[in-house]
């Protein structure tokens, strides 16, 4: 009702807001709960990308962490009288998004956003494909309109394990030039994963540029389609956030900077788009991710629990590994930035001649 495809170019000041969002319309499509916000301010704000986070479980839950959810639709008010709308696509999962889910026309949810970097958007009229998983897909329709403002040829890839995991698969040709549909199960479309279509596409298409959202082992796997096709990745990625506004580092990922070196970086502040080679894939798995050993800051190895001939007399301060000095100008603990990196150099976004940085 409320999808409005020009919203996300009609932008205000750069900025955050912390709103009461009142729901004004909620369904259900496949799998997913369809909710639509009245968020004053939000939606001017917002770009392709970027996403919100929103409390759970009403004032006296023991639910304290926000959870964040791609913005779908922002359509900023144009009329007097007209409300400001986001729309968000919601997987009930557990309690929190039970809860949310399970929010009636009226109910009051605070809400923090927009929050995070967005998709950067190609210089050129390049071919674009836009490959979205399960609810994934649902951050990709307003990047859609941007690209084909911008005069980009935009085909859309929409995959799911089943029919009803798919988001969008009935609208995406109003989006898009070409649409693909995959399911695991083969109930729609072609029966396979994306990554299945995927090299013939970007080989069909002519693609510049790569723009994906969804899990992280799909991600993964169109990182490295694209790379052995030569082709720029600008991945959304879903890193677990617990405040989604850069002050706990739990959703950190390691990424290599435009100097070549690797940091562990928030995904929450820094992402949640970032550059599919400058992942650090090797490091990140299962929905995990570790510091890999030559990343800036990564631990010094412990001294070995084997004793050493002649070490009984030291103490703890001599026990030290060499290279504690090292440490004190680390990126642990730290943002990024302070240890010698911007935030542009860390999604590669600035620095890429194919994309710019529209932030
Ligand atoms: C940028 C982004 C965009 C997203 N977009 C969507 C979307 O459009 N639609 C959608 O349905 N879902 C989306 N998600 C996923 C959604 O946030 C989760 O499904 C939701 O938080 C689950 O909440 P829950 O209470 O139901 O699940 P639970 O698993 O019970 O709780 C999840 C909570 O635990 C925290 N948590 C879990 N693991 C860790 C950890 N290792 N470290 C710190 N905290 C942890 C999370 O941060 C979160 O607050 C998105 C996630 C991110 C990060
Ligand atoms: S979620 Fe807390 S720093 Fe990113």
């Known amino acids: 009702m409320s999808e409005n495809p020009t919203a996300v170019r009609e932008r205000g000041e750069p900025g955050v807001r912390q709103v009461q969002a009142r729901v004004v319309a909620t369904r259900t499509e496949g799998a997913y709960r369809y909710m639509t916000f009245a968020a004053p301010g939000v939606p001017a704000l917002a770009k392709p990308g ?56 009226g109910d009051v949810v605070d809400l923090v956003g927009p929050l995070g970097r967005a998709f950067p958007i ?46 969008g698969a009935y609208k995406g040709d109003r989006y898009a030039d070409g649409v693909t549909i995959t399911t695991d199960d083969g109930s729609l479309g072609t029966k396979g994963w994306v990554s299945d279509v995927l090299p013939d596409l970007l080989t069909r298409t002519e693609a510049g540029v790569v723009y994906a959202c969804g899990p992280m082992a799909m991600l993964e796997s169109v990182a490295g389609i694209c790379g052995q096709a030569g082709v720029v990745s600008q991945l959304a990625v879903e890193e677990s956030m617990a405040c989604g506004v850069g002050v706990c580092m739990t959703c950190v990922l390691p990424v290599v900077g435009n100097d070549g070196v690797t940091r562990m970086v928030r995904s929450c502040v820094e992402g949640p788009v970032f550059r599919g080679d400058r992942l650090r894939w090797d490091s990140i798995a299962g929905g995990r991710s570790v510091v890999p050993d030559d990343c800036l800051g990564a631990p010094v190895p412990a001294v070995p629990s084997t004793p050493v001939e002649g070490a009984e007399g030291l103490d703890r301060e001599a026990m030290e590994p060499a290279g504690r000095e090292d440490l004190a100008d680390s990126a642990v603990g730290r943002p990024p930035e302070t240890a010698g990196v911007t935030s542009s150099e860390v999604a590669g976004a600035e620095g890429d001649d194919t994309v710019e940085g529209e932030r």
């Not at 759970?56 to 913005?71: E, N």
């Not at 922002?74 to 400001?84: I, L, R």
């Open 50 to 105: 970027q996403f919100v986070a929103l409390t759970v479980g009403g004032p006296t839950s023991a639910l304290l962490l926000r959870r964040s959810f791609s913005i779908h639709a922002a359509s900023p008010a144009t009329e007097e009288g007209e409300e400001d709308i986001l729309d968000l696509v919601i997987a009930p999962h557990a309690p929190g998004t039970e809860w949310l889910t399970s929010r009636e026309v």
């Open 122 to 167: 190609p210089r050129e009229k390049v071919s674009c494909v836009l490959v979205g998983g399960g609810y994934g897909s649902a951050a990709l329709f307003s990047l859609a309109m941007t690209l084909r403002d911008r005069g980009c040829r935009v085909e859309l890839v929409l995959g799911a394990a089943t029919k009803d995991k798919l988001f």
